[in-house]
């Protein structure tokens, strides 16, 4: 589906963003994946969806609440997107149930793990299900009677069971998978035959709730019952022209996320369309917001699935961290730093270098200030606690909290409320920004002369997800590049309205004209007669007049490679797409969240890394930081890299018109490049001969 201006068309972001997470199925479907990493992908998906509802399907919904002029001159046709997206997702979900019931369960029986329905369950395990909930589990659940005069209220993303009685009525028994275990460990038959044939028995909690529900209700025939789960939208609504102050404003409002317009109920496919409609009519809600879904429900809970085989070949070959050959070894960092760029990539390199930066300027009595940028903050953050550490010490620590960060909100307010009561200037996003830069400053006086240390990255300071989250980071002590980001933080801490900058890239004030003047660059190349081409990874591709420009650099000549992780709204049907653009998507074990662009520049290249995507809300509505690379071992090192990904023929889709996610073809005789260990084997055979 595509969205139409006056002159190019765009797919739009969130029919394109379906066909991303098909390919994160597609990883779960793959049998080159080991058995517990594909399970790990249909909980990665599961996920993906439920926030999709959240969030992007809910926004549809307003908007199809608005004026249909309104909606026109939005060019957004949300009942027509609405539609489109109800009948991929049902596709993809019964393409889950059959992935599920017919491969991944069978798979784990040849594996000695049997995942046990009550109707299943021996004497023993019954007996066993019985004692557990009541002992643990009966407390914890609530009971949602029937009500003639009021809309039952179902938690958001929590599991119940509809339960519906001979008589008509029906009521709504909560699974407390919050505050228990969702996969329990069942005794096996005969446990001394069981222990010796490997043989292991699991259920879930579900089930166990399910064999107690006639005791639940002994005044009451039960005829029939089923799973379900509603998810709400997670939008925090507010005025842009609310003049309080952006930390109360959020506190009061994320207690509507709880209480949020309805988006999603997802149903057992089984339940029969009488029982159906009155679950509806119920909860008042429309046959569009129905979704039929498995027995089960929240297949996220499968990243936590326990695997008692103790069997090595049913996840994914360890990774170890390369060590990086500077910064692992160096006794003095900022001597390092000082003398060369260092870059670090992640999960191939470990988080701990930054750590291990921080603990050093944390303690190092030359250090006076030490400036960061938090986006997302781990909840238990080993860096925030360097952070404390250093005000201990006497450090100035200046501190920009992004309050804003979705499902992030109350951790990030309640560490900027830490760092305050413990000394540190700490600062907050207004309303109409959000602060998605990566950026880290130290300032230190050496020989009576303030020098900075700079680290500019493409993810998070979370040590978490820089073991599953493909980023790059650059280390700098080169005063281009640090002088304009201490203009960066001027503007965090309301001194300064904008930068000045010649090297660095900063949303919203240089990133869209810099890129724009580069592109057109390279179409004044191409008709020069000078070969022009440029290659960028990012997360989405969404921009129009970025995407325009593209579309222009096309027709031109100009050579391009794309690789998008996920959304893509490049209409690969425009006219000198097809022959000068290929797009290509790599999912593989870890989540690709780096951005890389190059441009050729008539034989002076130039290459930048950074937060930004080529998103409208990356170019205009965040502060984002982007830096080049000037250091010319580290420029091919990242251009070597970029140039793997490009040619990943093992784990790459090609992103195409029709949106068929076909794997990137490879002859029979060509070499397999699967990027993601191509990286790590290039890494490590470079940082051991260092």
């Not at 028995?201 to 089923?226: H, K, M």
């Not at 980023?471 to 000045?500: G, W």
């Not at 690789?563 to 209409?571: A, H, S, W």
């Not at 890389?596 to 930048?608: D, T």
Request: hydrophobic share 40%; proline share 4%; aromatic share 10%.
């Amino acid at each position: 589906m595509s969205s139409y201006n006056e002159q190019h068309s765009f797919k739009h972001r969130d029919i394109s963003w379906l066909s991303f997470n098909g390919r994160v199925l597609q990883e779960a479907a793959d049998i080159r994946n080991p058995l517990y990493e594909r399970i790990r992908f249909l909980a990665i998906f599961s996920s993906n969806l439920d926030e999709f509802f959240r969030v992007r399907v809910s926004k549809l919904r307003q908007i199809k609440n608005v004026d249909s002029s309104l909606q026109k001159k939005l060019n957004i046709e949300p009942t027509k997107i609405l539609r489109t997206i109800n009948a991929r997702v049902e596709e993809q979900q019964q393409l889950f149930g059959r992935l599920f019931q017919d491969d991944i369960l069978p798979a784990l029986a040849q594996n000695g793990v049997l995942l046990l329905g009550y109707e299943s369950f021996n004497t023993d395990q019954r007996q066993f299900a019985k004692a557990f909930f009541e002992k643990d589990v009966r407390k914890r659940i609530e009971i949602v009677p029937y009500s003639s005069s009021e809309v039952p209220f179902l938690t958001n993303n929590s599991l119940y069971f509809y339960v519906c009685f001979d008589d008509g009525t029906c009521s709504f028994v909560s699974i407390p998978s919050d505050s228990l275990d969702r996969f329990i460990t069942l005794p096996s038959e005969d446990s001394a035959e069981a222990s010796q044939l490997n043989v292991h028995s699991i259920t879930f909690l579900d089930d166990i709730v399910a064999q107690e529900l006639p005791g639940l209700f002994p005044e009451q025939r039960i005829r029939n019952f089923y799973e379900i789960k509603l998810s709400r939208d997670a939008e925090l609504y507010w005025d842009d022209n609310y003049d309080g102050g952006i930390v109360e404003l959020i506190e009061a409002s994320l207690s509507q996320r709880n209480v949020g317009q309805p988006t999603r109920l997802l149903h057992d496919f089984r339940m029969p369309k009488a029982d159906r409609d009155t679950l509806g009519q119920l909860l008042d809600l429309a046959e569009i917001d129905l979704f039929p879904g498995g027995k089960y429900h929240n297949y996220s809970d499968f990243m936590d699935f326990p695997d008692p085989t103790e069997n090595a070949s049913l996840h994914f070959k360890p990774l170890p961290p390369i060590a990086h050959s500077v910064l692992a070894s160096s006794t003095d960092r900022f001597a390092a730093i000082r003398e060369k760029d260092q870059l670090l990539h992640y999960p191939y390199h470990s988080f701990d270098h930054v750590l291990k930066f921080l603990d050093d300027a944390a303690s190092d009595p030359l250090v006076k200030t030490i400036k960061i940028a938090l986006y997302r903050i781990a909840s238990d953050s080993q860096l925030s606690e360097s952070l404390l550490n250093a005000l201990k010490n006497g450090k100035e620590i200046i501190v920009f909290v992004e309050p804003k960060a979705r499902f992030d909100e109350a951790n990030n307010l309640g560490w900027g409320k830490k760092f305050k009561d413990e000394g540190a200037k700490v600062f907050f996003s207004d309303i109409k920004i959000k602060v998605h830069s990566k950026i880290l400053m130290v300032e230190r006086l050496e020989n009576d002369t303030l020098c900075r240390y700079a680290y500019i990255s493409t993810g998070n300071f979370n040590r978490k997800t820089s073991k599953i989250y493909a980023d790059h980071a650059l280390f700098t002590a080169n005063p281009k590049l640090t002088d304009e980001l201490a203009q960066v933080f001027e503007v965090l801490q309301r001194k300064k309205l904008a930068p000045i900058t010649k090297h660095l890239l900063v949303s919203p004030f240089s990133t869209r004209i810099t890129f724009n003047q580069l592109i057109d660059n390279e179409i004044k190349n191409v008709n020069n007669g000078i070969p022009g081409s440029f290659k960028a990874k990012m997360n989405s591709l969404e921009d129009d007049d970025l995407i325009t420009k593209i579309y222009d650099a096309a027709n031109a000549g100009v050579q391009i490679e794309l690789l998008v992780r996920g959304f893509c709204c490049l209409d690969m049907n425009e006219p000198g797409v097809k022959d000068n653009v290929r797009i290509t998507s790599v999912v593989d074990r870890y989540l690709e969240h780096g951005r890389i662009y190059w441009f050729e520049n008539g034989g002076k290249e130039k290459l930048y890394i950074g937060s930004a995507d080529w998103m409208g809300r990356n170019m205009d509505k965040r502060i984002e930081v982007l830096t080049p690379i000037y250091d010319d071992e580290l420029f091919a090192e990242l251009k070597h890299i970029l140039q793997l990904q490009l040619n990943d023929n093992v784990k790459a889709r090609i992103i195409d018109s029709e949106e068929q996610n076909s794997y990137v073809p490879r002859a029979a005789d060509e070499k397999r490049i699967r990027s993601q260990y191509a990286i790590y084997d290039f890494l490590e055979d470079k940082h051991k001969k260092l």
